[in-house]
């Protein structure tokens, strides 16, 4: 799956990094100063990359803890995110993470000690609880077999109940979350779309029906399931097979399993638009229905509401009214 | 030896040092000489798609022939570049192929990595780059005179994806540069073919990729001959036939708003509210 790895210098003792080269055994490790060598240089091709990313080991040492985006959050007041990696396993067209860096290699930060304590230095700071999320630059669990993320940060969710966490995913691989004893305080949110849409933009990614069978598992463990229907892709037949998929959740997943339910249909910042669009110019997403709305690129206003006010009814049949939020950035 | 076969039809410039390099690969790949260049011998395949330039040794002759050759094939951003050729190494045995996974030298304070491409079964090395035959056989790496200054300005024009380096073991500890035979050269290189071939290959099946991205959209002809586009309309008019075709409908734009009736400006706003109105179909 991934052949090569790069590892910083100062990082070629660290036992996570042993730990990792023993799990994937890569046919090339290269070893380099700083990832910066590698990721994000001028003239390199994401497209290309993405055929073939290599794992780049490095440590991030500054701005580890991040406050969330205005419009995303759920139920506390407060939200922060951090990530221990950027870029993902899957390639879905509508991700603003191919805009967002000129490397699709997978960067992963392995100095999750230093993780830990930022967050509970913001913890200590604040008065009331917060959310942390993750699996905003990365999937949070696409990669557990190889980072053993979720593994190594539950103990640190599990100390402050009183905090929410979220692993945001579209991944299967919950083995190290079945393994532990479910915690209350940690969301596990899943990204949702029918397989149309999953057929033809959430390349390499599970199917519904593999992502409904691992809620589905979660929720029988206790763990609080979040759906995440974000974004919403308007297509032809979009309320069919919307439709369709709702009551296929419906049938699986029992309501008091889910946690909280967001909805948001497609918005890219318009810049990284442009350079999506540039690197897929015969992508149909992006030849249909999308325009500049200020700073954002979007359905037009009328057919946001329309989508939003489609699913938020249909789910609001049998899902309860405070567990529907919204996650809308800013657009004219 | 049987011939390569290309089925990918990229480009890729293939940068050498040596003649006496050169003269397996123009044989194995029917390479042709062409006749009009007189600043570097050039030689190409007959469907133009594959060149190869002897550049001379070491670096500044290197660098030369790589801006010469980006020069005259300027419309070709989508090209691949490979720099192959002989490098010493501590340890490794003659005739032993490598690909460049790090680049480094001791004229540059910049290393380049070139992406590693899928497992072609070839073993990867950091390449060190000097400025004159040096009888030290740093260990663990190649020792050449190019691949660092061919990186280096080839990079300004080409993806880094897109740029490669193969290097084959010429000499050794034990069987020093000084001892080694330039006549010998073509051996060395025709035992490598079938994997020179193969990383060929690669690098025009992912050229042709590239290509296939950024080619014109259908109609764009038709309607260039037909208006004269500003360069800001030509740019709009290039993404307009381009969501036309993505969104699969069949007819030419030019039937669909009876262009006859319309100027260049209505044209354009025309199709751009007409494709507007047309849902996603997965």
Known sequence: ?332 | MTRPQFTSRGQVHLVMALSLEAQPLIKALKLKRDRNTKAFPLYMNNTGNISLVVSGKGATNCAAATNYIAGMSSDAPHAAWLNIGVAGHASATLGEMFFATKIESTYETNSFHPTIRRNLGLPGATILSVSNPTPEYPSGVCVDMEAAAFCQNVKRFAATELIQCLKIISDNQEKPWTDFDTKTLPTLFDQNMPNIATFIEELLHLSNIEAEQNVLPGYYQELTQMWKFSQTQDHQLQKLLRRWETLEINDSPLRTFDATSLNRNAFLETLEKHLDTIQLKL
């Open chain 1, 1 to 332: 799956m991934i052949d090569t790895i790069y590892i910083e210098e100062a990082l070629k003792d660290h036992p996570r990094t042993h730990a990792i080269i023993k799990r994937l055994r890569p046919t090339h490790i290269i070893s380099i100063e700083r990832y910066s060598e590698i990721f994000n240089r001028k003239k390199q091709n994401f497209r290309i990359q993405k055929r073939n990313p290599a794992l780049i080991l490095a440590q991030k040492n500054n701005r580890l803890v991040l406050p969330t985006p205005e419009g995303y959050g759920i139920s506390t007041q407060k939200n922060y995110y951090f990530s221990h990696m950027l870029n993902c396993l899957y390639d879905c067209r509508y991700c603003f993470l191919q805009g967002m860096y000129s490397s699709a290699h997978y960067l992963l930060f392995v100095n999750f000690e230093d993780f830990t304590h930022e967050i509970e230095m913001t913890i200590q700071q604040e008065n009331e609880p917060v959310t942390f999320f993750t699996g905003y630059d990365c999937d949070s669990l696409a990669l557990e077999n190889v980072t053993h993320f979720a593994h190594e940060f539950l103990p640190l969710f599990a100390r402050h109940p009183e905090h929410l966490f979220e692993l945001r995913t579209k991944s299967i691989n919950i083995k190290s979350l079945l393994q532990t004893e479910a915690l209350k305080n940690v969301v596990v949110a899943f990204s949702l779309n029918p397989n149309t849409v999953i057929n033809a933009l959430e390349h390499k990614a599970p199917s519904a029906e593999q992502r409904l069978k691992a809620m589905l598992d979660l929720a029988n463990h206790g763990w609080p399931i979040g759906l995440r229907f974000d974004p919403l892709i308007d297509h032809i037949d979009y309320q069919k097979n919307y439709s369709t998929f709702f009551k296929q959740i419906e049938s699986t997943i029992p309501e008091a399993s889910i946690h909280s339910v967001s909805i948001g249909p497609v918005r890219f910042p318009a810049e990284m638009y442009a350079k999506i669009a540039q690197l897929y110019p015969q992508e149909k997403l992006f030849a249909s229905g999308l325009k500049k709305r200020g700073q954002m690129v979007s359905y037009t206003q009328e057919r946001e509401q329309e989508l939003t006010f489609f699913a938020r009814t249909q789910l609001g049949r049998w899902i309860s009214d405070h567990k529907f939020f919204t996650c809308l950035p800013e657009a004219a």
